[in-house]
């Protein structure tokens, strides 16, 4: 198998290698003949100019489009508006400014490159045109920002030259530049500026924040791109959004702040992350988007946030097709903060606490209130009250309700050795804490020359859990440093260390069920009426259910350390010009241990001995397991870009190659010795061993070709060839192409007069194909045996057993995904507005499924082939807005998307609709229809419900709409083509996702502020603790289940009660499926930066102080959903999303 790939990989390498060297050198001797050996005056490049009363503004485009001139003035001086005429062929800029020059009163100077514009000095003057005699000058000065902050680190050059300089500590500079030079002041997040020195000798500079993004750079795959080149679908943010928030993972930074990259909060518990999905539903197989940190696979939530510079997602194929086989749903590339050049190391320290409270906090029905559901609905039933409520029993619960100091439980009178349970116990009260706390801690250090920059960083994370019977914590350790240094002008080296433990000690789990894995204290199976303590003291018990406060406190715990270890090695060299080589090597080493352990729980007798021990819990035990992971990643690339006259073009080949070794063993023993001591040395029951291991491979070359034709014109080819080891020899290599076009329309003539409104116009479309290799473990084309030890005893040994493999495909192979892209991008008002729409359609062929049913007698299932289609068209819109007057500085971003799948070739040939079939739009809800709750008995029989529910119908039962017309509920035969009285009820995609963010500065207060929401979606709750005692007597019931149909209460919210099952609630309806549409105030943050002259005499930098807040409000459809469900979870047991209230701040040594 690794012959074949070698051969494969070296075939396509060749072809790679052969093709970019044959570019290379063309390109290079297009430069040879085209270069020029130095600087041109105006008087000696022509230009031909066929212009009609177009702006100035329009004209000044022109000029930069076809020469390397740039244009320098004063916008409160030269009105951009007025019109000029030009028809000139073949002529000297010198004489083509000469004639503008007469049409407004202006006067051109050319320094160097650059063409600075002035007012004349009188009107009708002669002398308009200029070539500078260039001297040198000694320039001093200061470099502030709005406020009058000194600003270090600035930049100040020649543009086109070598020369320059930066500001320091203070925002002083000195330079010695040639008279009449240009000067460019530039320093990132700040607008640059070009000042014509001329004769002066100090030039103090005001730098403005930077209001646009035309010359946003943004992170693409294996390079960078202006964002006012892009092609491709691709949203970016800085390390704004994640930076002075209370945020333990990436995720939770940013919900909300891409359109249609849709992030899932599925758990609050304490180290849990978030699911990514880019552009809506991936296959019936799952997919979700390639997450890379600096060009590798990486989980992100084990990363430090405020180690985060930039983060691209890349959605559509013509920007994805890089990666090949996984960015079939979209890429997220992370880019982690690297060495900043400045005179003196750069110290920031940072500190947030926070206190946590539950969204949801669950409520359950009192003692009284459960005995009157139990009573009321079984004598509905029945005739009698519920069986354990005797009158004797009735009594106590009473008397112990009204007085907390009678007995909360008492001797059963038929065995007086049993206790009967007649407290009033507020379980959620138990169980959950009000608040817990959460706090982080981040120190930082950066700084560099032209040769060597540095950055590293240490982070601690600190949680604690809701659950207050467990003193649950999570701890998470990040450190990262990124070195680099420049050997020589053409050699450049850089390591990235990024090491990252986590420790997680939570409650224990069982198979009972009783405490899922999601760690949620809220899956209790106590009624009220049972108290935490009987009246001796001990625990109280019933049966096989646990008593969940001893669960907590006695039963053991777990405990997961994860140790994830990131080595970077990198070399980057430009032999050439124009050319730059680089090779990357990443080892990771991930380590995970576990330790499960359980002790034995008792039960008590009235007389205080034991009467045995919760089955889940008996024997003792303890479970150990070691998971160690090896990653490698091998990247190596070369790109080479130039400018010839009006063509500019970019080209980048290279290679990919990456190895997963996964080991794992784990060891088990019963019946500790000493309970308290979890070792199994110590154990002297059964021992239980285990080992696995597992590889996976994948290698690629991949290639990108960018061309640019007078900036108006923009070409982008990426492809990809890309094999994996989780497909047969034979399929195991595909290609995977993109093509994507853009048409920059505000650099055409025909623009005209929009110039002064639109500063950038761009239309784009894309095409391309991915493939998708997510598919069941990493040999599913291998038919593999499983063995196993049988359940009963043979010569007093439980012998192994090997199990026959069941059938596999021999063609298994990609699904492939196949993506057309339309977009739009707009800048507006001087680049103050911005605005991006994209409408897509991804198809995905050849989805692994069942193949055609197989003959019974043969005994196994179908084999998963490449079987079934899915269509995906959605779009995304963003808008934004940044506003500057004085010391006021705000904007507001608007994102708002939305998507729908269906099923376009699936094998149901019965047409199930509990399976896929064509047609199918993903998330259907199909249900019955409710009409109301009968008031009388006669009203509840008149339609048969014989096939829905077993019992008799009574007043107090729900009504159905009897669809179909045959005098009966029923589910049919479940067929699209009879499918009973169940519609389509809803949908639970989650539809019309939006963002709104806003952020105001003034003077040294800031405020940021960020709502986000679904406009449409639809969810059924099935869970017990929603409907309680419908489902089973044995289930807790929800303080909402008080609200019940009783003749006195026709207007209830639920039919009338029901135990032991057998109620038509649990059938899925319109009354009960919920409205998950929401609002949610997601962050606000107001914070307040201290004077700089406070700070400096503390020598310091920067002290900002704030305090923010972490999903603060909503408003929801959900039914009482703060006793339900959060509206970014889909049911109730989960561990509950929490709001955050938090102070923080950062300083800057």
Not at 316 to 332: E, Q, T
Not at 603 to 614: A, E, L, N, P
Not at 945 to 952: A, F, P, R, T
Request: proline share 4%.
């Amino acid at each position: 198998m690794n012959k074949y790939i070698l051969r494969q990989l070296i075939m396509v390498s060749k072809r790679l290698f052969y093709g970019f060297t044959i570019q290379l050198i063309f390109c290079t001797v297009l430069m040879a003949n085209t270069g020029n050996a130095q600087r041109k005056t105006i008087d000696e490049v022509k230009v031909s100019l066929d212009l009609k009363e177009k702006t100035l503004l329009r004209f000044f485009k022109n000029i930069e489009a076809k020469t390397d001139f740039k244009f320098t003035y004063n916008d409160d001086m030269i009105s951009l508006n007025q019109k000029v005429t030009i028809s000139q062929r073949n002529t000297s800029v010198y004489k083509v400014l000469e004639n503008v020059a007469r049409q407004t009163q202006l006067s051109f100077t050319q320094v160097n490159d650059n063409i600075h514009v002035r007012l004349s000095a009188k009107e009708g003057a002669t002398e308009k045109v200029d070539i500078a005699a260039i001297a040198d000058v000694r320039v001093t000065g200061k470099v502030v920002d709005q406020n009058g902050e000194p600003l270090p680190g600035v930049t100040i050059a020649i543009p086109g030259t070598t020369t320059g300089t930066a500001s320091d500590i203070d925002g002083n500079y000195s330079i010695t530049v040639p008279e009449g030079a240009t000067l460019v002041y530039s320093f990132i997040g700040f607008q640059s500026q070009r000042v014509v020195v001329g004769q002066q000798t100090i030039i103090n500079i005001t730098l403005e924040e930077e209001i646009g993004a035309l010359d946003e750079v943004v992170v693409t795959g294996f390079g960078t791109q202006k964002k006012e080149n892009l092609t491709g679908a691709v949203s970016s943010v800085s390390k704004e959004v994640l930076e002075n928030r209370p945020i333990t993972n990436i995720g939770q930074g940013l919900q909300g702040q891409i359109s249609n990259l849709n992030i899932t909060q599925n758990t609050g518990t304490p180290g849990g992350g978030a699911t990514f999905n880019v552009r809506g539903f991936t296959s019936i197989n799952g997919g979700s988007p390639l997450i890379l940190v600096n060009n590798v696979p990486m989980d992100v939530n084990l990363i430090n946030p405020n180690d985060i510079e930039s983060i691209s997602v890349l959605k559509d194929a013509a920007s994805a097709a890089i990666y090949g086989a996984r960015a079939a749903y979209g890429v997220i590339l992370i880019t982690t903060k690297s060495g900043s050049k400045s005179d003196k190391p750069s110290i920031s320290l940072s500190f947030n606490t926070a206190v946590n409270t539950p969204v949801v906090q669950f409520e359950t029905m009192d003692a009284l209130e459960r005995m009157n559901y139990m009573n009321t609905a079984n004598i509905a039933r029945n005739g009698v009250p519920y069986y354990q409520f005797t009158d004797v029993y009735q009594d106590k619960i009473i008397a112990h309700y009204n007085d907390p100091s009678q007995p909360s439980a008492f001797p059963d009178p038929q065995n007086s050795n049993i206790w009967l349970m007649s407290g009033n116990t507020n379980w959620a009260d138990e169980l959950m804490r009000d608040s817990y706390p959460m706090s982080q801690y981040t120190a930082s250090i950066t700084g560099g020359d032209d040769r060597f920059d540095y950055y590293t960083s240490l982070n601690y994370l600190y949680q604690e859990g809701i659950n207050k019977q467990f003193d649950e914590k999570y701890k998470r350790y990040n450190f990262m440093t990124n070195l680099n240094y420049k050997i020589t002008d053409w050699a450049k080296i850089g390591t990235k260390i990024s090491m990252n433990n986590s420790n997680h000690i939570f409650p224990p789990n069982n198979s009972t069920n009783h405490f899922p894995e999601g760690n949620s204290p809220f899956q209790w199976h106590q009624w009220a009426n049972w108290p935490v303590y009987f009246p001796d003291g001990n625990y109280a018990s019933s049966g096989s259910v646990p008593n969940t406060v001893q669960f907590y406190r006695e039963a053991g715990h777990r405990k997961r350390e994860i140790q994830d270890t990131w080595l970077t090695g990198s070399l980057q060299l430009t032999p050439i010009k124009n050319t730059t080589i680089n090779f990357e090597y990443t080892s990771n080493i991930k380590n995970t241990e576990e330790e499960d352990y359980y002790k034995k729980l008792p039960m008590y007798f009235v007389d205080g001995s034991v009467s045995g021990y919760y089955p889940f819990t008996n024997p003792s035990q303890v479970t150990k397991s070691n998971y160690n992971d090896k990653y490698y990643v091998l990247n190596a690339y070369a790109d080479y870009a130039n400018t010839f006259g009006k063509h500019d073009i970019k080209i980048m080949g290279g290679f990919n190659q990456e190895n997963l070794d996964a080991r794992n063993f784990y060891s088990k023993r019963e019946n500790l010795t000493v309970e308290s001591i979890p070792f199994m040395n110590l154990a002297y029951g059964e021992r239980y061993v285990g080992d696995g291991a597992s590889q996976y491979a994948i290698r690629g070359a991949f290639t990108r070709f960018n061309y640019n034709y007078d900036g108006r014109y923009l070409l982008e080819f990426n492809g990809r060839y890309d094999g994996s080891s989780k497909f047969p020899k034979a399929d195991r290599f595909a290609f995977f192409p993109s093509l994507s076009l853009g048409w920059r329309i505000d650099n055409e003539e025909f623009f005209g007069n929009l110039d002064s409104t639109f500063d950038m116009m761009k239309v784009r479309l894309s095409y391309g194909n991915l493939g998708n290799q997510n598919v069941p473990g990493y040999y599913p084309y291998i038919a593999t045996f499983s063995a196993g030890t049988v359940n009963y005893l043979l010569n007093d040994d439980r012998p192994l057993t090997v199990y026959a493999p069941g059938l596999v495909s021999p063609t298994l192979t990609w699904e492939t995904v196949t993506q057309r892209n339309f977009g739009m991008d707009f800048t507006l008002y001087q680049n103050r507005l911005n605005a991006s729409f994209d409408v897509y359609r991804r198809d995905t062929k050849n989805m692994l499924t069942r193949s055609q049913t197989l003959p019974a007698v043969l005994a196994e299932s179908e084999p998963r082939e490449n079987a079934a289609d899915l269509k995906t068209t959605g779009w995304d819109l963003t808008i934004g807005w940044r506003q500057q007057s004085n010391d006021l500085r705000w904007g507001v971003n608007f994102i708002f998307s939305d998507y729908t799948s269906e099923i376009t070739r699936f094998s149901n040939p019965v047409g199930l609709i509990s399976d896929y079939y064509e047609g199918m739009q993903i998330g259907e809800i199909w249900g019955y229809t409710t009409t109301g709750i009968a008031q009388t008995d006669a009203e509840a029989q008149e339609l048969d419900h014989s096939n829905l529910v077993g019992i008799e119908r009574k007043a107090g039962d729900l009504l159905f709409a009897d669809l179909d017309n045959d005098g009966k509920i029923s589910p049919g035969n479940g067929t699209l083509e009879n499918p009973g009285d169940r519609r389509i009820i809803g949908n639970n995609t989650p539809r019309y996702s939006f963002g709104v963010k806003t952020d105001l500065q003034w003077k040294n207060f800031d405020l940021d502020v960020f709502f986000q929401g679904v406009a449409k979606r639809d969810v059924w709750l099935s869970n017990n603790f929603w409907l309680g005692g419908y489902t089973s007597e044995w289930n807790a019931h929800n303080k909402l289940l008080s609200d019940f149909w009783t003749p006195e209460n026709p207007d209830a919210y639920f039919p009338r009660p029901m135990v032991s099952g057998g109620s038509d609630v649990t059938a899925v309806q319109t009354r009960f499926l919920q409205n998950a549409s929401y609002l949610r105030l997601k962050q606000l943050t107001l914070g307040y930066t201290l004077p700089k002259a406070l700070t400096q005499r503390a020598k310091m930098e920067l002290v900002r102080v704030y305090v923010s807040g972490n999903n603060i409000w909503e408003v929801t459809g959900i039914h009482e959903y703060k006793n339900l469900s959060d509206p970014e979870m889909n049911g109730a047991q989960y561990y509950p999303i929490y709001r955050s209230f938090s102070l923080g701040a950062n300083i800057n040594f």
